[in-house]
Nanobody, 128 residues
Framework: QVQLLESGGGLVQPGGSLTLSCAAS????????MAWFRQAPGKDREFVASFIRSGPSGSGGRSHANSVKDRFTISRDNAKNMVYLQMNSLKPEDTGVYYCSASPRTSTTVVSSDYEYWGQGTQVTVSS
């Protein structure tokens, strides 16, 4: 089993910055891909970014949704079993609950159902 815990959410003004953190515990050796999704009220979960660690499948890599490209940056510290999301130039449409997720997959996927493990989420609100 893998457990994920997000932190770092809060209220920020448009144009501001916020950093989210996700701590993974349990059988972390079984996961290669970690990702961030977000969900606004009444909406489906939306892919934000993913990070595949290097391993037998290759060198890994990062992916970002077009809506956050050049504003958000995902990073990963494998030694600490942590993944981060640095969010800059925040917009009101970035508001939502942000979820950390993990999967044994070794290739990029933006489909939420492809991820086996989920945190409980952390609220991000961008408003004046």
């Amino acid at each position: 089993q893998v457990q994920l815990l997000e932190s770092g959410g809060g209220l920020v003004q448009p144009g501001g910055s916020l950093t989210l953190s996700c701590a993974a515990s349990g059988r972390t050796e079984s996961i290669y891909t970690m990702a961030w999704f977000r969900q606004a009220p009444g909406k489906d979960r939306e892919f934000v970014a993913s990070f595949i660690r290097s391993g037998p499948s290759g060198s890994g890599g990062r992916s970002h949704a077009n809506s956050v490209k050049d504003r958000f940056t995902i990073s990963r510290d494998n030694a600490k079993n942590m993944v981060y999301l640095q969010m800059n130039s925040l917009k009101p449409e970035d508001t939502g609950v942000y979820y950390c997720s993990a999967s044994p997959r070794t290739s990029t996927t933006v489909v939420s159902s492809d991820y086996e493990y989920w945190g409980q989420g952390t609220q991000v609100t961008v408003s004046s």
